[in-house]
């Protein structure tokens, strides 16, 4: 059973870049794209940005201009490059990976990695 292990986050000064990585263990037979979405207390659950193998992404219209994505050759990590963070509540941000297991699977299955807390404080 694969895992998927966050690293960054924590507190982040205002006006300051955040980086998160996401790197999976075990192996797969293919990704289908993998990404990042963040929750507030209280809040749905909401995307930040994703990227696929091929190299498109998709960005929330409030991070476009500051976020960059980027997944390693290997597709196993998945890193997410915020800049000029603003004074926002806490949020948990989740890494996401959209992968098939075998080549005989049903299809592709989301797998959420266990999140990990940003704050940026006013």
């Known amino acids: 059973q694969e895992r998927l292990v966050e690293s960054g986050g924590g507190f982040v000064q205002p006006g300051g870049s955040l980086k998160l990585s996401c790197t999976r263990s075990g192996s797969v037979f293919s990704v289908k794209r993998m990404g990042w979405y963040r929750q507030a207390q209280g809040k749905e659950r909401d995307l930040v940005a994703t990227?696929?193998?091929?190299?498109?992404?998709i960005s929330a219209d409030s991070v476009k201009g500051r976020v960059t994505i980027s997944m390693d050759n290997a597709k196993t990590t998945v890193t997410l490059q915020l800049n000029h963070l603003k004074p926002a509540n806490p949020a948990v941000y989740y890494c996401l990976q959209e992968i098939m297991y075998y080549i005989f699977s049903t299809g592709y299955v989301e797998r959420w990695g266990q999140g990990t807390a940003v704050a940026v404080p006013s």
């Open positions: 990227i696929t193998p091929r190299g498109d992404t």
